[in-house]
């Protein structure tokens, strides 16, 4: 046996609670791992409460990110003892997740876990910080360099925004955070960030185009905040997308795309190749500093998960959630 949180369906609806499974219930991979930590992430935090549609069958154990030791495999690149860690492919949502003291999963999936990271540095970063990582390899690859002027990252104290910021400063760029809870602009400073501008100067509808100010933006909420930070993106400035914490929907016009020559990159973890993944957990480990990953997260044990989602949805969590599976 072990412990997991579980989501089951009835008749009265989805329910999430921490219980003792049997091991011969865990699903089919060619890995299994004894887990050491996992993270809550807005996605976990959706599929716990049910308030987004992530789950696609049940039962199901939660947690979309991973980190622990092998204890079996029949995949040629993994053997007993070896540290991995895993972020997305539907983990969490299709097939039993991380919020559990085993999982069993396809080997493919699965990344070894950098020598510069401990388990529980390694999930503080988690699938937030790794989307965040594919947000700034993205400005890269477009060509926004620190000299070309102001990035601009949403949802500054969120998972994602609290690692974009410190990957960025470290960089060299200039980060401009926005939040919704000016209380945490300290916070966001300490990150790295020069100036904290609150959520509400970009959460209403605003003009087609606006003052030129942005050379490059990680964009997490969506919405009208994501069409202002397009209409005051500069000439070939770059917007990574990677979230919808305000709103699925992105009220724009194409005028930054076709008067400034502005580039709106979608950002997906989910699916994104290995070669991408590892790349990105390789410049982690160069581009963040690790120092700064002890103001970004909390631990807390399995049976504190399922009270936590409810609080991380509701925007009242700072930064990252580590969840330590045998506490
Ligand atoms: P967190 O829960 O850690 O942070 C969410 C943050 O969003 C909050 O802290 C708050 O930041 C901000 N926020 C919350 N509600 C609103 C609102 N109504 N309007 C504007 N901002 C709001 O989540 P993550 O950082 O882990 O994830 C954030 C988003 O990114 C989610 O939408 C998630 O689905 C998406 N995501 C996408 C991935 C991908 O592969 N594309 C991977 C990972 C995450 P503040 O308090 O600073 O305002």
Not at 187 to 212: C, H, W
């Amino acid at each position: 046996m072990f412990k997991g949180i579980l989501i089951e369906k009835d008749e009265a609806g989805c329910h999430a609670t921490l219980k003792d499974i049997d091991e011969s219930q865990l699903p089919d991979g060619d890995v299994t791992i004894r887990v050491s930590h996992s993270t809550l992430n807005y996605k976990d935090g959706l599929a716990i409460t049910s308030r987004g549609p992530v789950v696609r069958k049940f039962p199901m154990v939660p947690g979309i990110d991973l980190v622990g030791v092998v204890e079996h495999s029949r995949h040629v690149e993994y053997q007993a003892g070896d540290q991995v860690l895993l972020n997305g492919w539907g983990v969490g949502e299709q097939h039993w997740g991380g919020l559990a003291q085993k999982a069993c999963l396809n080997g493919d999936w699965l990344v070894p876990l950098p020598a510069q990271f401990t388990p529980q540095q390694a999930m503080a970063i988690g699938t937030a910080g790794y989307t965040a990582m594919l947000c700034v390899l993205a400005l890269e690859r477009l060509g926004v360099t620190p000299g070309k002027g102001e990035i601009v990252v949403t949802a500054a104290a969120g998972g994602v925004g609290s690692v974009a910021i410190a990957v960025l400063s470290k960089l060299g760029y200039t980060v401009v955070g926005v939040t919704g809870r000016l209380e945490e602009a300290d916070y966001v400073m300490r990150l790295g960030a020069a100036q904290v501008l609150d959520r509400r100067e970009f959460s209403s509808p605003g003009k087609p185009l606006a003052r030129e100010r942005w050379a490059g933006a990680v964009d997490v909420v969506g919405s009208h905040t994501l069409a202002n930070i397009c209409a005051g993106t500069r000439y070939r400035g770059v917007v990574a997308a990677c979230g919808l914490a305000g709103g699925m929907d992105f009220p724009a016009t194409v005028a930054p795309f076709i008067l400034r020559g502005v580039t709106l990159v979608g950002i997906d973890s989910v699916l994104c190749t290995r070669a991408d993944r590892l790349l990105a957990w390789k410049r982690l480990g160069t581009d963040l500093d690790i120092s700064k990953l002890s103001l970004i997260f909390n631990e807390i044990g399995l049976a504190e998960v399922v009270p936590l989602a409810t609080k991380l949805l509701d925007g009242q969590l700072r930064g990252r959630v580590v969840v330590n599976v045998n506490a």
